[in-house]
């Protein structure tokens, strides 16, 4: 059971826009930003977005993130594909855990 | 071109050591603060340590706290892991990756923790 609650799965048609949800809480998504992760099947996770809505070099603009109190969200627009793959929102926390955190992972299928 | 790459994985008896290694090259590893992450096979990701680039701070989760030991070495561009008393729940794919928003991560090794 993760700190960081997403959906399990999401689909949705070749040029579709797909929203992906990260809900938190007030010790870690609301007092800490939050980046977010796409794992393609057999591969290491890559970065998409850090600090609530930044992206890397390199990543589409079809992908974009927000946070909204104790969550976040990941927006993939124009989908393809080759989007077809796991995300992970993750974040800092007040965490018995650990400081540092995963959500469970939302698999996304392109329809 | 930013590089990370884990070795030492493999298949350890439960109760047993292993040490991992992440060599970095491509940028200056030793600004960078380094974490290790792992994945159960068919599971989510689960972050279990993290280490400044000095090595002066050090976070563990629960999960490996007391058994595993981050630290690294600057002069060499490297990451290490030693992970002790390791049990069944041990087995999964360890990655290396960099900073604290993991903007870039190694292949990974597999860890199989079995009799």
């Known amino acids: 059971q993760s700190v960081l609650t997403q959906p399990p799965s999401a689909s949705g048609t070749p040029g579709q826009r797909v929203t992906i949800s990260c809900s938190g809480s007030s010790s870690n998504i609301g007092s800490n930003s939050v980046s977010w992760y796409q794992q393609l099947p057999g591969r290491a996770p890559k970065l998409l977005v850090y600090?609530?809505?930044h992206r890397p070099s390199g990543v589409p603009d079809r992908f974009s993130g927000s946070k909204s109190g104790t969550s976040a969200s990941l927006a993939i627009s124009g989908l393809r594909s080759e989007d077809e793959a796991d995300y992970y929102c993750a974040t800092w926390a007040d965490s018995l855990s650990g400081p540092m955190v995963f959500g469970g992972g939302t698999k996304l299928t392109v329809l | 071109e930013v590089q990370l790459v884990e070795s030492g994985g493999g298949l350890v008896q439960p109760g047993g050591s292993l040490r991992l290694s992440c060599t970095a090259s491509g940028f200056n590893f030793s600004v960078y603060e380094m974490n290790w992450v792992r994945q159960a096979p068919g599971k989510g990701l689960e972050w279990i340590s993290y280490i400044t680039s000095s090595g002066v701070t050090i976070y563990y989760a629960d999960s490996v706290k007391g058994r595993f030991t981050i630290s690294r070495d600057n002069a060499r561009g490297s990451l290490y892991l030693q992970m002790n008393s390791l049990r069944a729940e041990d087995t999964a794919v360890y990655y290396c990756a960099r900073r604290i928003y993991f903007d870039s991560w190694g292949q990974g090794t597999l860890v199989t923790v079995s009799s």
């Open positions: 600090r609530n809505d």
